[in-house]
T-cell receptor, first 116, second 113 residues
Framework: GQQLNQSPQSMFIQEGEDVSMNCTSS?????WLWYKQDPGEGPVLLIA?????ELTSNGRLTAQFGITRKDSFLNISASIPSDVGIYFC????????????????FGQGTILTVHP | EAGVTQSPTHLIKTRGQQATLRCSPI?????VYWYQQALGLGLQFLLW???????NRGNFPPRFSGRQFPNYSSELNVNALELEDSALYLC????????????FGPGTRLLVL
């Protein structure tokens, strides 16, 4: 089945540093999304990417949909303490004729710790 | 605008019992999705409902089932609970035709003793 490999598994950084994390897959995805999850809460959508090569920013966050459609990265610039949490990539695949399966396939998550 | 809401926030059951979890989507969203997040693991797709019908299900046994009501809210039922069913159950919703952009609720934490 489809699997997403997300790396790194965890990161410990100083406030103000830039962060980069990525996801790779053996399968092609039609959509890539990045979510952030705080403890005890549901994931919050950060960025959605719909086309290969697309580069999208949301404040200090920048994400790209890889040209091969098998990877994506998320960068966070000038990290702050509230960036702490678990970041998940997710991909969605469409079937023949653009049929949607509804399912998002998630990476294992990157745990981000920011030291003040 | 209110987000996805789920109830209860926490649920404690014993092995063999049944659990019912509820979800209300964002207003205007017609699709509802259920995911299981076991401790330390990523999210695993359970079910997708749209316009009252089950459109797809993940690799879970039949004792995981659900339904979607005419107002687009949804229930997830888990029968014959097992210890390994303990997890955070997350509901998400999306607009019709935008199934790739899913917005999540806060989840229901199910503990099976």
């Amino acid at each position: 089945g489809q699997q997403l490999n997300q790396s790194p598994q965890s990161m410990f950084i100083q406030e103000g540093e830039d962060v980069s994390m990525n996801c790779t897959s053996s399968s092609i995805f039609n959509t890539w999304l990045w979510y952030k999850q705080d403890p005890g809460e549901g994931p919050v959508l950060l960025i959605a990417l719909y086309k290969a090569g697309e580069l999208t920013s949301n404040g200090r966050l920048t994400a790209q949909f890889g040209i091969t459609r098998k990877d994506s990265f998320l960068n966070i610039s000038a990290s702050i303490p509230s960036d702490v949490g678990i970041y998940f990539c997710a991909g969605q695949l469409k079937g023949a004729g653009g049929t949607s399966y509804g399912k998002l396939t998630f990476g294992q998550g990157t745990i981000l710790t920011v030291h003040p | 605008e209110a987000g996805v809401t789920q109830s209860p926030t926490h649920l404690i059951k014993t092995r063999g019992q049944q659990a019912t979890l509820r979800c209300s989507p964002i207003s205007g969203h017609t699709s509802v999705y259920w995911y299981q997040q076991a401790l330390g693991l990523g999210l695993q797709f359970l079910l997708w409902y749209d316009e009252g019908e089950e459109r797809n299900r993940g690799n879970f046994p039949p004792r995981f089932s659900g339904r979607q009501f005419p107002n687009y809210s949804s229930e997830l039922n888990v029968n014959a609970l097992e210890l390994e069913d303990s997890a955070l159950y997350l509901c998400a919703s999306s607009l019709e035709g935008a199934v790739q952009t899913q917005y999540f609720g806060p989840g229901t934490r199910l503990l099976v003793l």
